[in-house]
């Protein structure tokens, strides 16, 4: 059933693209240069391997971020750019089996044994005054930078009001949002599910709908459907995750294809099929060129512009929308393996994913004993930010440093999920 599911989501992940995105979007270099049914059987072959391999079951929150980012991420790698490249079978095709390596690192970190670490004792009274406090601080810094918008954004306004964000935003409030709507908001989400106080899961909606309305984002709008998604695969403590996991990504695209088949349009393909998984996997094939031919960052922009000059006037998803746009206020973040790739080129890839198993494998001995559905919901949205940007990024801005600093505190006793 999951390979079956996978297939059948590698299917409509290519005939959304050829049918419905690529003649509308062709200017935008998704573009169809009709590669041959023997490049898609051997494109196929290599997304589907994976899951040749991959046990269904997760037990720790790394093995389920394993399966969110091969599907997410690493499928579409395999299957989009080909239509964009004249020669699929040209260097790019090594880039494809150095992520497929990297998908064979993740899941063998997720099966190391855990760190014996130090479980620190607070009582839950001074956790929850802590973490009142802190989501309390960030909100007032949110409402004292844009003011509180209590009308909902419609998807025709989201532009303006980002504009607007972009205007607004000073000093640390641009890091704030972005810790609301991936720490605060869900991990409030999360918590009203497993516990079932629903309070809190109201909260946590409260929360996302304060965050979109602030910045436009339509990602937090659909970060609650992803984070359902993740707890739905969870079924019976995520004994079938990856299964599970499978035919929602395929539910997913599927439905979003059959929907705009009924309305005569692109907008689901669009918004979901095209934002999540297609544009990254192009842009992937475009950092690629790019830094095939130029020199690599070295990340000289970023936390190693100390030790290394940078050789470009802009940070790389500027540039390459300035390259492949004609647009320098284009921002074409890609995804943490195209990131690397831009940074230290094949060395990279694996360096980066090496580090990220470190930081889940760290997360994952956080955690161990703990409830377990809590804490792979708790991790979901700032992993999500994997998709489209880079590593460290996802690491400062999107939270994944605060989450396992946060599961070094955090206590789930006397939760049974179900």
């Given at each position: 059933m999951t390979i079956?599911?996978?297939?059948?989501?590698?299917?409509f992940l290519q005939y959304a693209y050829s049918h419905l995105i690529s003649p509308v979007y062709s200017y935008y270099t998704l573009t169809n240069l009709h590669p041959s049914a023997g490049v898609h059987l051997l494109s196929a072959f290599?997304?589907?391997?994976?899951?040749?391999?991959?046990?269904?079951?997760?037990?720790?929150?790394?093995?389920?971020?394993?399966?969110?980012?091969?599907?997410?991420?690493?499928?579409?790698?395999m299957i989009i750019p080909d239509y964009v490249r004249e020669n699929p079978f040209d260097d790019f095709f090594f880039f494809k089996l150095c992520v497929l390596l990297s998908l064979c690192i993740l899941y063998g970190a997720g099966k190391m044994n855990l760190l014996e670490v130090y479980q620190f004792k607070v009582y839950p009274l001074f956790i929850k005054l802590g973490l009142g406090v802190l989501a309390i601080g960030l909100l007032f810094i949110l409402i004292k930078t844009y003011g509180l918008?209590?009308?909902?954004?419609?998807?025709?306004?989201?532009?303006d009001v980002r504009f607007s964000y972009r205007d607004s935003t000073i000093g640390i409030s641009g890091y704030v949002l972005s810790w609301w709507s991936k720490i605060v908001g869900p991990g409030l989400f999360v918590w009203g599910i497993v516990s079932k106080k629903?309070?809190?899961?109201?909260?946590?909606?409260?929360?996302?709908?304060?965050?979109?309305?602030i910045s436009g984002q339509k990602s937090i709008i659909l970060s609650v459907v992803f984070i359902v998604a993740v707890m739905l695969a969870?079924?019976?403590?995520?004994?079938?995750?990856?299964?599970?996991?499978?035919?929602?990504?395929?539910?997913?695209?599927?439905?979003?294809f059959l929907m705009d088949q009924l309305s005569g349009g692109i907008a689901f393909t669009e918004?979901?099929?095209?934002?999540?998984?297609?544009?990254?996997?192009?842009?992937?094939?475009?950092?690629?060129?790019?830094?095939?031919?130029?020199?690599?960052?070295?990340?000289?922009?970023?936390?190693?512009?100390?030790?290394?000059?940078?050789?470009?006037?802009?940070?790389?998803?500027?540039?390459?929308?300035?390259t492949y746009f004609g647009d320098a206020e284009v921002s074409a973040n890609a995804n943490l393996w195209a990131d690397a790739f831009s940074a230290f080129g094949?060395?990279?890839?694996?360096?980066f994913t090496c580090i990220l198993s470190f930081i889940l494998w760290i997360y994952d001995s956080f955690v161990e004993g703990k409830n377990v559905l809590?804490?792979?919901?708790?991790?979901?949205?700032?992993?999500?930010?994997?998709?489209?940007?880079?590593?460290?990024?996802?690491?400062?801005?999107?939270?994944?440093?605060?989450?396992?600093?946060?599961?070094?505190?955090?206590?789930?006793?006397?939760?049974k999920s179900k």
């Open positions: 079956l599911s996978i297939l059948g989501y590698i299917f290599l997304a589907v391997l994976p899951a040749c391999f991959a046990n269904i079951s997760v037990k720790r929150p790394s093995q389920a971020v394993f399966w969110i980012l091969y599907l997410f991420v690493a499928v579409p790698i918008k209590t009308k909902l954004v419609g998807f025709d306004d989201v532009y629903y309070l809190f899961l109201f909260l946590g909606l409260v929360a996302q709908f304060i965050a979109y309305n969870m079924f019976k403590k995520g004994q079938f995750f990856g299964r599970n996991f499978s035919i929602l990504a395929f539910l997913l695209v599927t439905g979003c918004l979901i099929s095209r934002r999540l998984l297609m544009l990254p996997a192009v842009l992937t094939s475009h950092y690629f060129d790019f830094f095939s031919i130029n020199p690599q960052t070295h990340l000289g922009h970023s936390v190693l512009g100390w030790l290394f000059p940078y050789s470009y006037h802009s940070t790389p998803a500027f540039l390459i929308g300035e094949y060395f990279g890839v694996f360096l809590f804490f792979t919901g708790f991790i979901v949205m700032p992993v999500w930010g994997l998709i489209d940007s880079s590593l460290i990024t996802s690491m400062l801005t999107h939270g994944i440093l605060i989450a396992i600093l946060l599961a070094c505190f955090l206590r789930t006793d006397g939760i």
